[in-house]
């Protein structure tokens, strides 16, 4: 049980030595503050001897004055904090609390709240081996039941103890036990878990936490103790192929080069044959380098330094891996997401995506439907708000090497970053590579850009207006156009309102239909620069991530950026399709500038006033900024091809 | 072979894994370093995680003038043993103005020369990430603490906008002036500390060991007598007792404990058997209700 060894007193030696081959256990508790999870948290810390005497003064006097159990200690005070920190409006996803005994040390993953449970507990369960599914006897197999068993087993918890709470209030009743564990394992046959251990117990009253209990001589099976104690998490990491993700370069000299990461899974000795998978390079391991000497073998879950015979390409983010499994290499998947940020999803606009040390851009290209966490349905949807959970593919900016969730957690999980907050929005577990993204590939065309637009005389590229609605974009836009026709060059206008009478006419004006608008210009823009033109863009574009991603499907210097940035004021008194006067008025809703954001460009080539300066002016400006003397896209004749 | 990842090990390779992510994703990141035994063990973890190259970031200890003697000896000793690149910082307008715990009281005294001269130093040297020695069952309000606290440019904690934390997958994006602390022992316990500490054999400052020292009493805690600048009554003499430290800070700020635990292995079974937690040798945590969470807020570890 708890570090309650004679030896502690009597040799000391004795008892260090035998912690040396303690384990470590992660679990999550799953349950409301009703289910009595603060109590059980309570009682496995009290009884493992770690509160210390000043704690316990602190919750004999609290228990007395705010405590809910009369005379006797309330042990969910212990956790105490949470409540009141969520009255001040501080979002707590996850606390973890620490216990230990002789056996094993221990990590809870606490999650509180009902409101933001689902990302809460998938937060927590990421890294938890076993979780603790609380049921109170009264209430038996509940819709929040279901849901902590589904977000259990999303996440790859392959064991789960349901502890039946509060048999003291249905005085130990075995038929209501058995009752409820029939329930639970007929509902928990659709999930994925390898064992499902029900116990009966009271948190409160310490019936088969730590001791059997005498109420309950029916039952036979372990105290949860005993289950924490001694359950085996089956390192399903240990069975799968080697697979190492290349975090840090070592080179400290010439003759010494090392790739240190962590062996997400399997294990490798020296003289075993690694891939690259991306290069499809191959060496073997030379030695394991440790600070303690260099190792026969290491295994999952080890942080080490591997030096390889031969000198092949490999850095960071790069998976050294066993050649005879390899995991997937592309830059498609099918994935399982859950949204972690009040800001819902866009499908289309462009995420970072990190894998273990890769970084790469990323968007989702089709939400195939929401799973409603309580009935496990499947429901169509256009995008994904907190908290909800969709099935989706992904689609990469580069490719990168990863496995199946379900048979890898450890190269199989993701999050994506939001590029403009940096915040963490949503975390993903991959379930396959799409087939067209590993088996197709780029043709490789013998007649290029460059040569198209060798013939034209000129280099290909994108004017992009961005704006208000009537600032002018679209009149300095054809200006130009006009101008450079005079000069012989070969243009295409983009523009936004005729556009969206063709291309994008099943797209209104939500977010989501905003960015998957300019997703389609800015591809169908690179398809004509590729055909060697100078493109005009004309698109409101209100937002920062869509225009950044339009410039990065373009080559460095491809994309030119003009900031319209005629006033709203102007705009407004101009109004020269009276759409202003309808939004202001209601009639139009999502209206940029009104009830829409416009988020200006930070870092634009050009910026440009049309209510200060002329359109014909600022027209003679770009066409001289584009293909003047010293201009970035100017092509003296006959010398670039 | 079975590999067996005992505790330790497991704590070892994930404070290993933290410690590479912050070298790889940041450009210019240092690791606090406060001389105490957590500090020690995560120097450590940091010259296994590049083994055999240096850790690729300076050490930075912010000096409050008034730490242990045997703390900045044991510091330099270190120093210079590891041939690490050591950043010393000290709140030298703080020094001017003579500002000092005994004249000044203890909130005052840390906030000037412990979390002012901390954060001179992050915008003087323009650190991105700081590692620190935090440990999340030191306090109640540092169990829901990431293992990467996200900063904004003002070095303040904004609960707003910490990150959730999946796997082992950190999000290390900051915009231009903003930062992180990482804590890379968050999931070590007292008691981990001090088994890594006696396995690995570490050298830690000789104050976490029990030996006859001169002490004084002051608000109920045992402060010894390091240096003259500690007040003492006309008539008051120095006790000698048999005492340790748990933890170790600025000495006017750190109770002793009575004890004969002369080794490592003394002091852990003191431990196990002695109930009292740790940060109750710290005076800071007394001064005002909540105070940590605050500190927090503004900078302080």
């Known amino acids: 049980m708890s570090h309650q060894s004679d030896l502690i007193a009597s040799d000391i030696l004795a008892y260090l030595k035998s912690q040396e081959e303690k384990g470590l256990l992660r679990f999550i508790t799953c349950g409301s503050v009703d289910d009595g999870k603060s109590t059980l948290i309570g009682r496995l810390l009290w009884d493992s001897k770690l509160i210390f005497e000043d704690q316990l003064a602190s919750l004999e006097v609290d228990s007395k004055r705010v405590g809910t159990q009369g005379e006797d200690i309330d042990y969910a005070l212990l956790l105490d904090g949470l409540q009141a920190e969520r009255e001040q409006g501080i979002t707590i996803d996850v606390a973890y609390r620490f216990f230990s005994t002789d056996k094993r040390k221990f990590i809870v993953a606490d999650t509180p709240g009902h409101e933001q449970y689902t990302r809460n507990m998938v937060t927590g369960a990421s890294t938890a081996g076993v979780a603790v599914i609380l049921i109170d006897a009264r209430k038996g197999v509940l819709t929040q039941t279901r849901r902590h068993s589904y977000l259990a087993s999303l996440v790859g918890i392959s064991n789960v103890v349901v502890a039946i709470n509060k048999m003291d209030l249905v005085d130990y009743s075995s038929d209501r036990y058995e009752e409820i564990r029939a329930e639970y394992e007929a509902f928990a046959e659709q999930l994925e878990f390898e064992s499902i251990t029900c116990i009966p117990l009271s948190a409160l009253k310490g019936d088969n936490v730590i001791a059997h209990s005498e109420q309950t001589p029916w039952y036979q099976g372990q105290t949860l103790m005993a289950y924490l104690e001694n359950v085996n998490v089956t390192d399903n990491a240990m069975g799968q192929p080697f697979r190492m993700p290349v975090q840090w370069g070592v080179r400290p000299d010439l003759d010494f080069r090392g790739f240190a990461g962590t062996i997400a899974s399997g294990s490798v000795r020296p003289g075993d044959e690694v891939v690259v998978p991306g290069s499809g390079q191959k060496s073997r391991v030379k030695r394991i380098v440790t600070m303690d000497g260099d190792l026969e073998e290491a295994v999952a879950g080890q942080a080490v330094n591997l030096t390889l015979e031969d000198e092949i390409d490999v850095s960071r983010g790069d998976i050294l891996a066993d050649p005879l499994a390899r995991p997937a290499h592309a830059d498609q998947f099918e994935a399982r997401l859950v949204w972690m940020h009040e800001d819902a999803l866009l499908p289309g606009r462009s995420y970072l995506l990190k894998s273990g040390a890769t970084v790469v851009p990323a968007q989702v290209s089709a939400l195939k439907h929401r799973v409603n966490v309580n009935t496990l349905e499947h429901q169509a949807a256009k995008t994904l708000e907190l908290n909800e959970i969709g099935v989706c593919n992904l689609a990469l900016g580069k490719s990168i090497s990863f496995d199946p969730y379900r048979e890898n957690r450890g190269t199989g999980n993701f999050v994506l970053i939001d590029r403009l907050t940096n915040a963490t929005v949503g975390a993903g577990m991959i379930d396959f590579a799409l087939r067209r993204a590993t088996n197709i590939h780029w043709q490789a065309l013998d007649v290029d850009k460059r040569s198209r637009a060798g013939l034209k005389n000129q280099k290909p590229g994108v004017l992009w207006f961005t704006g208000l609605s009537g600032a002018g974009k679209s009149t300095i836009a054809n200006l130009v156009e006009k101008k450079l026709l005079s000069l012989g060059k070969h243009t295409y206008l983009l523009d936004g309102d005729n556009v969206r009478h063709g291309l994008n006419r099943d797209l209104g004006f939500t977010d989501a239909d905003r960015v998957e608008n300019i997703r389609r210009v800015a591809e169908t823009a690179r398809l004509f620069v590729d055909a060697g033109m100078i493109v005009l863009v004309s698109f409101i574009s209100p937002f920062k991530s869509e225009r950044r991603m339009a410039r990065e499907m373009l080559e460095e210097g491809e994309f030119l950026e003009i900031h319209v940035n005629t006033s709203l004021d102007v705009c407004e008194q101009r109004d020269p399709k009276g759409l202003y006067k309808k939004a202001r008025s209601g009639q139009l809703l999502n209206f940029t500038g009104v009830d829409s954001v416009y988020e200006a460009p930070e870092n634009p080539e050009l910026v440009v006033d049309a209510g200060k300066v002329s359109a014909e002016d600022i027209a003679e400006q770009i066409v001289r900024e584009v293909l003047g003397d010293d201009a970035v896209w100017n092509v003296p004749d006959g010398t670039e091809r | ?301």
């Open chain 2, 1 to 301: 072979m079975k590999i067996n990842m005992t505790h330790l090990r497991q704590l070892e390779a994930e404070s290993i894994h933290i410690i590479r992510e912050v070298a790889a994703e940041f450009e210019n990141p240092v690791m606090l370093y406060s001389i105490g035994k957590d500090s020690s063990v995560m120097l450590h973890l940091a010259l296994k995680a590049f083994y055999p190259a240096k850790p690729p970031f300076p050490l930075m200890h912010i000096d409050t003038t008034w730490k242990f003697r045997e703390m900045i000896e044991f510091r330099d000793r270190m120093a210079r043993e590891h041939g690490f690149d050591l950043i010393i910082h000290t709140n030298e307008e703080g020094v001017r103005q003579g500002v000092g715990p005994f004249s000044h009281g203890s909130a005052l005294y840390t906030d000037i020369m412990k979390t002012e001269g901390l954060k001179q130093a992050l915008n003087k040297y323009k650190f991105d990430a700081a590692f620190g020695g935090a440990r999340r069952d030191e306090e109640k309000s540092r169990a829901k603490e990431r293992i990467f606290s996200f900063r904004t440019a003002t070095h303040r904690w904004d609960p707003k906008s910490q990150r959730p934390e999946l796997w082992n997958i950190y999000n290390a994006r900051v915009k231009p002036g903003e930062s992180i602390r990482a804590f890379p022992i968050s999931n070590w316990t007292e008691l981990d500390i001090w088994q890594y500490i006696y396995l690995e054999e570490i050298p830690i400052v000789p104050l976490y060991l029990s030996k006859v020292r001169p002490v004084v009493e002051r608000d109920g805690a045992l402060i010894l007598v390091d240096d003259d600048r500690i007040p003492l009554e006309p008539d008051e003499k120095p006790m000698m007792k048999s005492v340790r430290f748990r933890t170790l800070g600025c000495y006017p700020l750190t109770g002793a404990v009575e004890s004969t635990a002369e080794t490592l292995p003394e002091v852990i079974q003191e431990m196990l058997l002695a109930r009292t937690s740790e940060r109750q040798g710290r005076v800071i945590d007394y001064d005002q209700a909540g105070s940590m969470e605050k500190k927090k807020q503004e900078g302080y570890f």
